[in-house]
């Protein structure tokens, strides 16, 4: 079978031979020394995912623009043509990024819109503007279906001509929507297109040292927002969230200390708290769920919504969220120790503890 293609002619038998013999190619066989043989020689072959796509991403090559300047940005050749998403990182050549991505699957539909300003007429000022349109289907809890619309606008400032430091004061009102779930849920947490009107201000500090795993340094999070009321919205609730991350350096294996080649040991310790004032109304993913990794606050080593206001609750094991599983206040702490292999390899073993 033949397909034309400009002046050439497109055989597909014959390219489905040569992805064949591509994957012949490909193949090996042999026993576990011979294994172990091949990656002394070279170690890339026993890379784990992540790592294989941290390398793709680099080889695609990586551009400054604006080299120099208080508007330089990195630009990553690999994401420039995306296939369901839009992203300039220098509008205008001022460094101003706008951004447009679509996911969509069997349990989520979202339409996301952006732009920021990182400096605002040429000052410390930073501005974003976001749209949204989201469809989710909440697979664990039996907790249906989510539709909600909306956007928010958020500003930055400087505290205090600190560069660590910065003070972010946002907007938003979104229409939201529940359907399906267990009938419990339903019953208790009812919203048929409901409306939230949130004001916030969060104070963000970071000092952290080696990004993505950081090997000294802290952040620290106080988040504060206020919804209903005088804003108007179907809730009437305050909400406080606080967070902080402290890394302490342990030391280091081989390498040269002063360049902070080598593996890094680290000692790292992160404490999350919430607190819920006032009637959250039909809004249950505003108050706080315990246990598991998929919904919620996070809590490894106990299933989906088994930490409670009441305690441990053991039924959580079956599927399905309890209206009682969900809380206004909660806190949890995480110690680790790590060892940072490279910026793309870090291993890590921990402790979770929480309190509701």
């Not at 680290?266 to 706080?288: C, H, I, N, R």
Request: with cysteine; net charge neutral.
């Amino acid at each position: 079978m033949q397909e034309q293609d400009g002046n050439k002619k497109f055989n597909i038998s014959e390219r489905l031979e040569d992805l064949r013999r591509e994957h012949e190619a490909l193949r090996w066989e042999g026993s576990f020394r011979d294994y172990f043989e091949l990656v002394a020689q070279n170690p890339r072959i026993a890379q784990l995912s992540h790592a294989r796509i941290n390398d793709m991403v680099h080889a695609a090559g990586v551009e400054r623009i604006n080299e120099g300047t208080q508007h330089e940005v990195l630009a990553y050749n690999f994401f420039s043509s995306e296939l369901f998403g839009i992203e300039e990182p220098n509008l205008f050549g001022r460094g101003k990024r706008i951004r447009f991505q679509w996911q969509f699957g069997r349990n989520v539909n979202d339409f996301t819109l952006s732009y920021t300003d990182p400096a605002i007429r040429d000052s410390r000022i930073s501005g974003t503007v976001t749209l949204f349109n989201s469809r989710q289907r909440f697979v664990v809890g039996d907790l249906g279906r989510r539709r909600q619309e909306g956007g928010s606008i958020q500003l930055g400032f400087p505290f205090l001509g600190s560069r660590f430091t910065r003070i972010f004061a946002s907007y938003g009102f979104q229409r939201i929507k529940f359907t399906e779930g267990s009938e419990d849920l339903r019953e208790r947490f009812n919203c048929n297109n409901c409306s939230r009107s949130t004001l916030g201000t969060t104070v963000l500090r970071d000092t952290r040292i080696g990004l993505p795993f950081a090997t000294a340094g802290s952040m620290t999070t106080v988040q504060g927002e206020v919804n209903g009321g005088i804003l108007g919205g179907t809730g009437r609730y305050q909400k406080l969230e606080m967070e902080g991350r402290w890394y302490a350096p342990l030391g280091a294996l081989g390498g040269n200390p002063q360049l902070g080649s080598g593996v890094q040991l680290v000692l790292g310790f992160t404490a999350k708290s919430g607190f819920v004032f006032g009637d959250a109304g039909p809004f249950f993913t505003e108050l706080y769920s315990m246990g598991g990794t998929q919904f919620g606050t996070p809590l490894r080593g106990y299933d989906e919504f088994s930490i409670t206001p009441d305690g441990f609750d053991p039924s959580a094991s079956t599927g399905q969220a309890r209206p009682g599983a969900f809380g206004k206040a909660f806190a949890a702490f995480t110690v680790e120790f790590g060892a940072r292999i490279s910026q793309s390899v870090y291993l890590s073993t921990f402790m979770d503890a929480s309190l509701r």
